[in-house]
């Protein structure tokens, strides 16, 4: 499958973006789809992931703000980031891993099998 992610850009704080995740070559609903980003010079970390099965997790700093959904005819998966401040200034990456991967691995970089290209959010003070 071929991960193609769109939509970042420039932000105020308290502002919103909305990042698309188009997946080609096959159902994004057979994976569990996930979100990364990574800050300059910092290591590749998690945001939330979408599970085959439509529940989600988030990691807490995003809580509450950010939600992952999806649009099954568009085989798009989005990542909708309210209330964005400084701190969520990263590359942001989708990703794809299989639908029997356990959640604790979903947590980690490691754990996807495909990787879109990235899209950088940077959010002003």
């Known amino acids: 499958v071929q991960l193609q992610a769109s939509g970042g850009g420039l932000a105020q704080n308290g502002g919103s973006l909305r990042l698309s995740c188009k997946a080609s070559?096959?159902?994004?609903?057979?994976?569990?789809m996930g979100w990364f980003r990574q800050a300059p010079g910092k290591e590749r970390k998690f945001v939330g992931v979408?599970?085959?099965?439509?529940?989600?997790y988030y990691t807490d700093s995003v809580k509450g703000r950010f939600t992952i959904s999806r649009d099954i005819a568009k085989n798009t998966v989005y990542l909708q980031m309210n209330s964005l401040k400084p701190e969520d200034t990263a590359v942001y990456y989708c990703?794809?891993?299989?639908?029997?991967?356990?959640?604790?691995?979903?947590?980690?970089?490691?754990?996807?099998?495909?990787w879109g290209q990235g899209t950088l959010v940077t959010v002003s003070s």
């Open positions: 070559g096959r159902s994004f609903g057979d994976y569990n």
């Open positions: 979408l599970r085959w099965r439509s529940s989600t």
């Open positions: 990703a794809a891993a299989s639908n029997t991967a356990i959640l604790s691995t979903l947590l980690d970089p490691r754990g996807y099998d495909y």
